[in-house]
């Protein structure tokens, strides 16, 4: 009887559990080119599988692609749906976990729309291997997770909305005793403080299986020590990206170390500089130290280690010349040194030992000279980056002709001369722009069938780069039919018909800064392809009818394009990136905008726009500028709405509105410019906590403001109080978008913009850094005292409340903004003397208390000695350089009445007695001594013996009365 009934069990169980993954299978949708889009582009999944179209009813599931059955029990026990392009929800009560004799299961990379993962995998207790990466799952890590005491291989990385409790992390690694594999790279681990923390849990297993420990871009925290580096088994530890993670390695506890694979990198090292322990660890095959703030020179103890193929330095402040003993390294396949200090020439012969190298990068340093001879060595070089130094002289033609080179960017230097004939068919990326090039560009190079980018450029050089008479006459069918990325600029392209070839996959135009007209053309319009667009800084004067296809950056600014209508945008449901400015278009900007959902920026500065603003945009919208229109009406609130909007600028139109405090509850905005329009009345604020805590630029120049100055606001601007590379502030970068990853080496980008009064003078900043940090409220009706706090706000560089009506002293205060380069007081009635504390600001360019009433002598010494008479303008109690009026030492401030007295008269009693010693002593040879008193109303001129009071005009007293 058991012989009888066993068959027929194990048929009713495989029958039971092919229903289960049918069932399975309707609850997802296939869309392979979705994946496709988010996947393939990584590497990720170079291929989408089809797996589930094998599933059919009648048919042993044994069979199916991705299914395995065990041999004796016919339980389906293995499911690996991997890049599956599947998209869906995972349900709890999914057929899923009915395979309940699973041993391994595998969903990565398909999109499960941020499901919350399910309490039901715990159910999975049969599990050795489980990895659900690149699955988009979010919420809280289920506690049950914990009950798969068999696992051997977890992988959750890539899901960044999976948030993880330290009881459950805990209990995971207490029950799993047989874990070899934890990847959770990128799931959230912040809520775990130290004592918690898996460093400290797994420092304190004393027999760990572990062979791979990930956990990059988890925001853990805690200590490094050399117990995890000491672990028997592990061969591979990635800790990198978690800035909380402090290196303690002083010394290894161990006779050796196994580990292969170490990245560290972003996390803090004492001193900023590799721990000289590091040396013990001489199994080592790849060291990743990149962004991790180290200075110094490169250590000579990194030649112990002599199994390494990959070593990654980049992005730090390493300086000194280049580092001869990397060139001991002699397995050294990949060498990362890009984005440090290093100079001095690049000394490639102390490579000549690493046969191996395939990959060099050594570009944004300072690098200087000629191209190294020795290069052509490197037989198995397959690509040499070294764009963004100071190298010069010109290309030798045999850089082009190693035999496997695939990347080659000199992008950024000095080149110079003219540019060789190129023979290597493996050429795939060629960056030759941002160099002092000229001639024609050879014909060979339009022979590279495989170039996937191309970038070229003159510079500013007197002789041009241009494209060869006769390569638009000639028979030769140019196809790039590999090429992704194709940017010509400063080439003196007058036709776009000379490179009217054929690009079945480009997906990146750029053509800016050439000499090109008319209308864009239709071979351009007709690449479906195309996700970038880039004609800036020419001359074209028309758009005509595009079909947009998947279009998701255009770029077409600095043109002369002059359309009445820009609602032909709309029709652009993929833009991420729109910038037309400064042009001449015309028209109103067309409510149509709001459907736009994946908008990022819009830029529309300086063209002839006029009408209301739009009352809705895109809730995902990152940069709105509108700067330098002819825009009236209110501000829309429901721009508080857009959580992401980072640069408000709505400066130089005619807005007639009082302050949008609504606006406070931004929590990202950095620039906001309000300036010369028709706002009015008082700014008032209300109570909240972290108003504009961002904030780095506030203009709200020239406008008709009223009553106190903002104080609330300006002690809230807590990015203002932390100067670059302060304590929690990060290093200079440009504040700027970034859109989708379209394809290798291929980013959606955009830089912020600003037209800002720095230093009296009006300046355009095409790119505005993180430094520029500024306060304008000049050319309004603000009144009161300027207030202590603004001392607190030490990363400015410029502060304007010039043209306003405030009173009071100057306070001492502002001595504390050491970063101050503009300081305009000007047209004011400030009172009192000019502090001595502001000498301390020696990067002040420039100062202007022109316009006041302040008294005193002019303190002298540092950046007050360079300062000329036009900063103290209209001040007639000031004495002192750079004035000819010496202060006169015998009068003493004894001499002058109590400070209640100078608060009673506002200007005080000081200016009288210069004026009086003015007029007697000096009376003859002057013939007149001129000053203000009391609210500075009425002026006084003594002349001789006569005294004359003329009353200030005032709004609504245009003449002068005189007694």
Known sequence: ??????????????????????????????????????????????????????????????SWMGVTCDYVSGHVIGLDLSCSGLVGNIHPNSTLFHLTHLHTLNLAYNYFYGSELPSQFGGFVNLTHLNLSGCDFKGDIPSQISHLSELQSLDLNSNNGLKWKDTTLKSLLQNATALREIVLDDTDMSSIGPALSPLSLISNMSSSLITTLSLSFTEITGQLTSHILCLPNLHDLDLSENENIQIHVPNLNCSTSLLRVLDLSGCQ????????????LTHLTLLELFSSELNGSIPSFLSNLQHLTNLDLSDNNLSGQFPNVLGQLTKLQKLNLRGNRLGGKLLLSSLANLTQISSLDCSYNKFEGSLPDKIAGFTSLTELVLNDNLLNETIPSWYFSLPFLTTIDLSNNQFTGYLSAMASNSLQVLRLCGNKLQGDIPESMFNLVNLTELCLSSGNWSGSLHFPENLEASNVSYRFTK?????????????????????????????????????????????????????????????????????KDLDLSFNSLSEDNISFICNATSLEIVNLSHNKFRGTIPHCLADLSKLIVLDLQMNKLHGTLPSIFPNSIGTLNLNGNQLEGHLPKSLSNCPSLEDLNLGDNEIEDTFPHWLQSLQYLEILVLGSNKLYGPIVSLKSKDMFPKLIIFDISSNNFSGQLPIAYIKSFQAMKIAVGGEGQSGFYYISHSG??????????????????????????????????????????????????????????????????LVGHIPRSLGNLTNLESLDLSSNMLTGEIPTELTNLNFLEVLNLSRNQLVGSIPNGKQFDTFSNDSYLGNMGLCGRPLSLECNNNVTKQQYPSSDAEDKFGFGWKPVAIGYACGTMLGIGLGFCVFWIGKPEWLVIIFGGTTTRIKRRSRGNRGARTT
């Open 1 to 62: 009887m058991a012989d009888s009934r066993e068959p027929n069990n194990r048929g009713m169980a495989k029958l039971a559990e092919s229903h289960a993954l049918l069932h399975f299978k309707t609850q997802l949708i296939k869309n392979i080119t979705f994946c496709e889009y988010y996947y393939d582009y990584a590497e990720l999944c170079p291929h989408i599988y089809a797996n589930i179209r094998t599933w059919k009813h009648g048919t042993d599931c044994c």
């Open 269 to 280: 090292f004492p001193g900023s500089q590799i721990p000289s322990s590091f040396s013990n």
């Open 483 to 551: 090429l992704l990325s194709l940017q010509l600029l400063q080439i003196d392209l007058t036709k776009f018909s000379k490179i009217s070839w054929k690009f079945p996959k480009l997906i990146e135009l750029e053509l800016s800064e050439n000499k090109l007209e008319g209308e864009v053309p239709q071979w351009i319009r007709d690449i479906d392809s195309l996700r970038q667009l880039k004609l800036r800084y020419n001359q074209l004067s028309s758009i005509g009818q595009f079909p947009w296809h998947q279009l």
């Open 740 to 805: 989708e990853y379209v394809a290798p080496n291929i980013w959606l980008e955009y830089d912020d913009s600003v037209t800002e009064t720095m230093k009296g003078i009006r300046s355009n900043f095409e790119k505005i850094p993180n430094i520029l940090v500024s306060i304008d409220l000049s050319n309004n009706r603000f009144e009161g005292e300027v207030p202590d706090d603004i001392g607190e706000l030490r990363a400015l560089e410029n502060l304007n409340f010039s043209h306003n009506k």
